[in-house]
């Protein structure tokens, strides 16, 4: 495949359609279909990869679909399909701290920030840097709450971010 095209594939889960995009290598993004910015993040996507995206399945996207739906049904903890990560050095940090939070376990945005290593009152900086994860469930946003203990935003939805916390919560024995 020509490195500057990836393939899409809508794909069927449990909690409804997920777009995933993919090269042979690595995952690019996965996101729940009503995700009200999904347009955007797919020309961010081309735009930062130069890439064009046509649909089609690769291994990757294969691998995914297997791990979705098996994380879905309370039997997958850890993603192993290889994914490439797409922002900011900050955005980065934010992301890989996001996937040291622990199936199961919610944290606040403040807490993000101090893990960090930054002052709390960055937390707006992070929940924005949170918002542009282009990999819903794999890079865990949905484990980030408000310090108040009120779920916050997610771009998948407050129901789907509900769910994802309360099956992880029955599931992380």
Not at 108 to 114: C, R, T
Request: hydrophobic content about 35%; overall charge positive.
């Amino acid at each position: 495949m020509n490195p500057k095209q990836l393939k899409s594939s809508w794909l069927t889960t449990t909690r409804g359609s997920m777009l995933a995009i993919a090269s042979e290598e690595a995952l690019y993004l996965l996101e729940f279909a009503g995700r009200r910015d999904l347009e955007q993040k797919i020309k961010d996507l081309t735009t930062k990869t130069n890439a064009t995206i046509l649909p089609g399945r690769t291994r990757q996207i294969d691998s995914i679909e297997h791990e979705i739906n098996a994380y879905f049904a309370g039997s997958l903890k850890e993603f192993k399909t290889p994914i490439h990560l797409l922002g900011s050095p900050f955005q980065q940090d934010v992301w890989q701290t996001l996937m040291s939070v622990p199936y199961g376990n919610t944290i606040s945005y403040a807490e993000q920030a101090i893990a960090m290593g930054k002052q709390s009152t960055a937390c707006r900086a992070v929940a924005n840097a949170n918002g542009t994860n282009h990999l819903a469930i794999i890079i865990p946003c949905h484990r980030i709450i408000r310090s108040n203990g009120s779920l916050g935003g997610y771009g998948g939805g407050i129901a789907h971010k509900q769910w994802l916390i309360d099956l992880e919560k029955k599931n992380r024995i």
